[in-house]
Nanobody
Framework: QVQLVESGGGLAQPGGSLRLSCAASGFIFSNYAMSWARQAPGKGLEWVSGIYSDGSNTYYADSVKGRFTISRDNAKNTLYLQMNSLKPEDTAVYYC????????????????WGQGTQVTVSS
């Protein structure tokens, strides 16, 4: 049974940082691309970042490029998202997902989701 459990969300001030983690189980983590996506209040789902199964390539939405860093530790079956220089518009529920590819191009699909973790950026 595939399980993805996010943690690390919370309240941050503008310009601050948070690190999200996603613990994966029930599948061979090192075989799959993974992504982070988010959903802000009243808005649709936005893909944020993706990473190859071996961590060799990473991809970012323009809205977070240069501020967020995705990484993974295949020995610990854990995906991370380091978020720096946070902005109020980063406020959203953040989801970890197993995806068919590391970036949203032809053939990209979300396969499994976590329950999400709330990130709120406010002074």
């Amino acid at each position: 049974q595939v399980q993805l459990v996010e943690s690390g969300g919370g309240l941050a001030q503008p310009g601050g940082s948070l690190r999200l983690s996603c613990a994966a189980s029930g599948f061979i983590f090192s075989n799959y691309a993974m992504s982070w996506a988010r959903q802000a209040p009243g808005k649709g789902l936005e893909w944020v970042s993706g990473i190859y199964s071996d961590g060799s390539n990473t991809y970012y939405a323009d809205s977070v490029k240069g501020r967020f860093t995705i990484s993974r530790d295949n020995a610990k079956n854990t995906l991370y998202l380091q978020m720096n220089s946070l902005k109020p518009e980063d406020t959203a529920v953040y989801y970890c997902a197993r995806t068919t590819m590391a970036e949203p191009e032809v053939g990209f699909e979300y396969e499994y989701w976590g329950q999400g973790t709330q990130v709120t950026v406010s002074s």
